[in-house]
């Protein structure tokens, strides 16, 4: 079984942060997916669905951000769901706004949430890296991340996350480079040029 877990903070006053892209993701593979109605279980908001014809779970921790791991270790233990069967998503400052990334594992670049699931978990769970840019000021982070996105990002935030919800299938798979590869291709698909008349054509277009 699939855990899907989105990384954000709890309530209406951080909804629309760049912080809460997480939360963001998930719902809308929830939402595209039909997935069951969410409970709150584990410390936090929980649906079921499938994915692929398989049984997918989707968490929303409600701890707050810095300890989002005490919500995803608790239902990973209840269902008995290892660790490579984890697929976090979550804002990244070291990407620009709307890249994506998938990793597994690896460095969690003072990430409050990803710090608190290694805590918890473990660090091999596997992350969808969702890009909101830097400030470009160590001393602007903060603000950054918890400030709502600009109405200018929804020209790439909402093409994105209607990406990530059509290619969520891949993801049961555990193929995670595929699930990337169709969303670069539905965001960007490769431009088809008319083929070039043959000869014949071109000569009785001209008569």
């Known amino acids: 079984m699939l855990l899907l877990v989105g990384l954000g ?21 929830v939402r595209r997916h039909g997935f069951a109605p969410e409970r709150r279980r584990f410390q936090g908001l929980i649906s079921e669905g499938k994915l692929g014809g398989q049984k997918v779970l989707a968490l929303k921790p409600q701890t707050f951000m810095n300890e989002s791991g005490r919500s995803v270790s608790e239902a990973a233990r209840f269902f008995k769901i290892d660790t490579d069967n984890i697929v976090v998503f979550h804002d990244e400052l070291d990407l620009e706004p ?28 596997r992350r969808i890296r969702l890009g909101i840019g830097h400030p470009g000021d160590k001393a602007r982070v903060l603000n950054h991340v918890l400030r709502d996105f600009p109405k200018a990002d929804d020209k790439w935030l909402d093409p994105l996350l209607d990406a990530m919800a059509e290619a969520a299938p891949l993801l049961v798979r555990n193929d995670d480079a595929a699930f990337a590869s169709k969303i670069a291709l539905i965001l960007k698909p490769p431009v088809h040029k008319p083929a070039p008349k043959s000869k014949v054509e071109n000569d009785q277009s001209t008569t």
């Open 9 to 29: 903070n709890p309530g209406n006053k951080y909804a629309d942060n760049r912080h809460n892209i997480g939360f963001m993701a998930v719902d809308d593979i």
């Open 98 to 125: 709307g890249k994506l990334r998938v990793k597994k594992g690896g460095g969690l670049a003072g990430h409050n949430g990803l710090k608190s699931l290694a805590a918890h978990v473990g660090k091999d769970f």
